[in-house]
């Protein structure tokens, strides 16, 4: 699955980013069967997932987002969206979206910086 994340941007602290992900490669029925995720790598640290949803919509988030980001999929547009509130610098990162557990080829991230 080809997979291209977009939507990010600057965002001011307690502000809100939507970001998306179209999946190609894939069959409308393949793509509602992987369980997806949202990951980040912020400058000199590792890549981490954010959150995470399977095939029946459950929903799994990190600590450090939990309460402020919401996951989403729309199987029939083949998306992947994450919606960030209540953002804090520490946000600042590129995210990407892949499959969890991710597939080795990571598609272009999106560059989030929360900056005031």
């Known amino acids: 699955v080809q997979l291209q994340a977009y939507g990010g941007g600057l965002g001011q602290p307690g502000g809100s980013l939507r970001l998306s992900c179209a999946a190609s490669?894939?069959?409308?029925?393949?793509?509602?069967?992987?369980?997806m995720g949202w990951y980040r790598q912020a400058a000199g640290k590792q890549r981490e997932l954010v959150a995470s949803i399977s095939s029946v919509f459950r929903t799994t988030y990190g600590d450090s987002v939990k309460g402020r980001f919401t996951i989403s999929r729309d199987n029939g547009k083949k998306t992947l969206y994450l919606q960030m509130n209540s953002l804090k610098p520490e946000d600042t990162a590129v995210y990407y979206c892949?499959?969890?557990?991710?597939?080795?080829?990571w598609g272009q991230g999106t560059q989030v910086t929360v900056s005031s």
């Open positions: 490669d894939a069959s409308g029925s393949s793509f509602s069967s992987i369980i």
């Open positions: 892949n499959t969890n557990p991710p597939q080795a080829r």
